[in-house]
């Protein structure tokens, strides 16, 4: 019970880090302007002095080091913060806030009627869902309420030396996943589903999912630092932090995460987005 403060201590710092980060990427504009008024309270009232406090204790022995930007409407200059060894202008591998990007590019292509958001999948990607999925739609998909099976045979520590390196294809990801059907009924967050959506944006379009997101998101907003690596490039563009599993090194490492969790970015790009 003792280290349990500490314990909800570290994952505030990432919790908030992760909010100012994500806070209105990519957003349509009408429902941006509509959250004007309460971000602008929001900025106006923001006391970095709590948000200080926390990463000066960092590094600590769960969390090697943070960045957290905060910014609003009411603040003409954002406000970062930084602990360890992550400069304030750092790349970083954004995770499953690639999803994001993801659908809102399989968004504009409803938007565009070139895919039917209640339509099942199957229309599109005939031979990638075995037939006992057959009515999962798009839009389940997006909401995780498709039922698909969760990840399977995804690179991980148990595999040994080097599986950072290790690639796995789109394809191969939702093939290894599919078990026993599962009711589609309830929401079940599982990264499966943003694989799908990329392979559909893929084959909808004739494009690979890079050209479609550089297109589409990346450069009209100007996101310089933002990008999705090729599938056989396992660098990051620096400045960044040395990042580790363990004793493991894992900074340069396999970009399989593709449309699920593959993109880089840095935390001003987010906040542009």
Known sequence: MHQRPSALRRLAVVGVALAAITAGACVPAVM????????????????????????????????????????????????????GEVSHNAHFRIG?????????VVLQLAAEHRIAIDAPVRRYLPGLLPAAYGTVTVRQLLDHTSGLPAPAGIPGPVDGPGWWRKSVSPRDVVRNAF????????????????FVVGLLIEKVTGRTF?????????RPLGLRNTS?????????????????????EV???????????GMISTAADLHRC
């Not at 078990?179 to 943003?194: E, H």
């Not at 563009?237 to 004793?247: F, I, K, N």
């Not at 900074?251 to 969790?261: C, I, R, V």
């Open 179 to 194: 078990a026993p059907p599962r009711a589609g009924s309830v929401q079940q967050y599982n990264g499966v589903n943003t």
């Open 251 to 261: 900074t340069e490492q396999s970009p399989w995460a593709w449309a699920e969790g």
């Open 228 to 248: 999705l690596p090729s599938s056989d490039d396992m660098s990051i563009p620096a400045p960044h932090a040395r990042v580790y599993v363990g004793t493991d």
């Open 32 to 83: 941006a302007s509509a959250a004007v008024p309460q971000r602008a309270a929001v900025a106006a009232s923001f006391d970095p002095a709590p948000m200080r406090d926390l990463l000066t204790r960092l590094p600590d022995p769960v969390v090697a080091g943070a960045l957290v930007r905060a910014a609003g409407d009411g603040q003409a200059v954002p406000w970062t913060g930084t602990a």
């Open 96 to 104: 499953s806030v690639t999803k994001i990007f993801t659908s809102t």
């Open 210 to 218: 890079k050209d479609e997101l550089t297109h589409r998101i990346i």
